[in-house]
Each structure stands twice: as structure tokens, then as C-alpha cells.
């Protein structure tokens, strides 16, 4: 069989499409990053406790309580200041089970707790090839982060002066005190 000059063009170009697309099976550096991160967290069975010698990877590397409570709310936030343990050792099982970095490890976490409901509907809509919520970075924009405060602070300042109103004799400390009385002559 003799080959023309185009018939070795044509086999030139396949042969180039097909080496050139040979890196797809190829790791890539992205894969190499999780299977190292994989390694990061590790379960001790005599301890029964998720550890890490990373130090990238250990509690506080990341965002503290304040950055959860801008992320997703008071629920993590309580639970990182009131549980602290039971956070970090849940957030180190899910950088191990998802080979992700603490950052976004603590993102998912504080998801889960403000709404375990919609993160998990959310995790299989990303299994069926949705878009991958970022929960890192979620609400961290500057004006979310303004408006947040803002917020914030009015309810603080609500309840405070709620709480003081009562507490010096205010329109909830007549109430009370009438209620104790009236509590008090029927008895």
C-alpha cells in the first residue's frame, strides 16, 4: 500500500490528536493536591480521635468562631465556642472523607449545622453534576460582610435594651412585679 503525501498528513494529525489527548489519563496536579491533603487527617483507633501533624490542617489555621458566625449564622458559631472538640474533630473526619483543605472543610461544617437539610440537598445535587457551592467564601463579599455586622448589632442593641429596660425597672419589670404580687395575695 503506498501512502500519498495527504494520506501522511492525515495519519500525522491523528496520531498528534491522539497523544495530545493522552493526558487526560494522566494525574493531574489538582488530583495530586487532594490525595496529598487526603493523607493530612488520620483516625488514631486507641484514642478514637481524628489528629493531624500538619499544621496548615490544625485548629485555628483557618477562620475562627467569628468567620463562622459571617458564614452561616449563630448555630456554628455557638457550636464552635461551646463545643469546640466535637467542631474540630468533625471538621478534620470531613477534610479526611473529602480530601479537601481545613477552610473548606469548616465552610461545609458550618453549613451542615445551620441547615444539615439543604447541605445535604445541595451535596447531591453536586454528585449530579450541579454547581459546587463554594461554603468557604460564602457571604465573606465586603458589603455582605457590612450589612451582616449592621445587622448584627441592631439586634444586639435590641435586646440589650430590652434586657436593661427590664432589669431597671421598665415596662417588663412593673409587669413582673404585678404578677409576683397577684402570685403572691393567692397564696
Known sequence: MKLSSRNMLLLAA??????SSTHAFAP?????????????????????R?????????A???????????????????????????????????????????????GNMDAFLENPQDWAYQKTCEQNGAFKKDY?????????????TIWGLGVVYFFGSLAY??????????SFHRTMELLSGSA
Open 165 to 174: 429596660n427590664g432589669i431597671q425597672g421598665g415596662m417588663l419589670s412593673d
Open 28 to 48: 493531574t496536579a489538582s488530583s495530586r493536591r487532594v490525595t496529598e491533603l487526603y493523607m493530612a487527617p488520620r483516625f488514631d483507633k486507641s484514642t478514637q
Open 50 to 58: 481524628w489528629y493531624t501533624d500538619d499544621p496548615a490542617e490544625q
Open 60 to 106: 485555628g489555621a483557618s477562620y475562627g468562631p467569628v468567620g463562622s458566625l459571617y458564614r452561616a449564622g449563630p448555630k456554628p458559631f455557638l457550636q464552635r465556642i461551646f463545643n469546640p472538640d466535637t467542631y474540630d474533630q468533625a471538621v478534620l473526619k470531613y477534610m479526611a472523607q473529602d480530601g479537601c483543605d481545613r477552610k473548606e472543610a469548616q
Open 14 to 19: 491523528a496520531i498528534m490528536a491522539i497523544a
Open 136 to 148: 468557604a467564601n460564602a457571604n465573606m463579599s465586603p458589603k455582605q460582610v457590612t450589612l451582616s
